[in-house]
């Protein structure tokens, strides 16, 4: 899936280990493995035994994130889940480097993925969960426009801890609107010389500058 700034490619531990272990290993890199069912990596081979699983993992899938001005992966995203029987899946285990934080090919990424889910699988409904106390995810699950759908309580155990999880949803008949949501804030027209932003994807979806809605966060 090739985009303006990212690239998704099959996870391939070799091929992307280096650039994944420099960004995300590391005692430096703990916080970024704090809700996530794995890691963090002390040690160069349990992180590289890892990465081996999840690239020969069918379900979930990984895709590495691809920075397209250099060539390194900067992150990871799965498909997983997969119902075909209901065309429903789920986008989890996403994991971004420092270096693709908060930039447009954080955004894209994501646009990519739910893009190739409803274009070009056919599925009808597209899932994010995320621990109900991971609260820049659930508020990345609503930026993007996904629509919150509640809490399951002590779903699932995670490093030996319960785990309240938080669940939302986008469907095929929303994707139209939030896919030109996507691309309008993609463009280029939408950034300053400097890079920065003119108006917010949340904003998009209200039509207005500066929206109040609790879902524009």
């Given amino acids: 899936m090739n985009g303006a700034y990212v690239t998704l490619e099959p996870l ?3 091929r992307h280990g280096d650039a994944l272990w420099e960004g995300a290993g ?11 069912g794995d890691g963090p990596f002390a040690g160069r081979a349990a992180f ?3 990465l081996e699983a ?4 069918v379900d979930p899938r990984f895709f590495a994130l691809v920075d397209r001005a ?21 986008v989890g ?5 420092g270096a693709l934080q908060r930039t447009r090919g954080a955004t894209e990424a994501m646009y990519l993925l739910a893009r190739h889910v409803f274009e070009e699988l056919g599925y009808r409904r597209y899932e994010w969960k995320c621990d109900a106390l991971n609260e820049p995810s659930r508020k990345a699950a609503l930026r993007l426009g996904f629509t919150f759908e509640g809490i399951f309580r002590q779903h699932m155990i995670v490093k030996g801890r ?5 669940w939302f949803s986008m469907l095929d008949s929303e994707w139209p609107a939030r896919k030109r949501e996507f691309e309008r804030w ?6 300053d010389a400097a890079g920065r932003q003119l108006t917010p994807l949340a904003a998009a979806r209200c039509g207005l500058p500066a929206c109040t809605s609790p879902t524009a966060l």
């Avoid at 590391?26 to 996530?36: D, Q, T, V």
């Avoid at 993609?186 to 950034?191: K, Q, R, T, V, Y």
Wanted: charged share 30%.
């Fill in 162 to 166: 319960n785990r309240d999880t938080a």
């Fill in 70 to 90: 250099t060539g390194r992966a900067e992150g990871h995203a799965a498909l997983m889940r997969d119902e075909p029987r209901h065309r429903v899946i789920e």
């Fill in 26 to 36: 590391g005692a430096a890199h703990e916080a970024l493995w704090r809700y996530m």
């Fill in 186 to 191: 993609l463009a280029e027209s939408n950034f």
């Fill in 93 to 97: 285990h996403i994991l971004y480097c």
């Fill in 54 to 57: 999840k690239a020969v993992s």
């Fill in 48 to 50: 590289d035994a890892c």
């Fill in 12 to 14: 391939d531990a070799s």
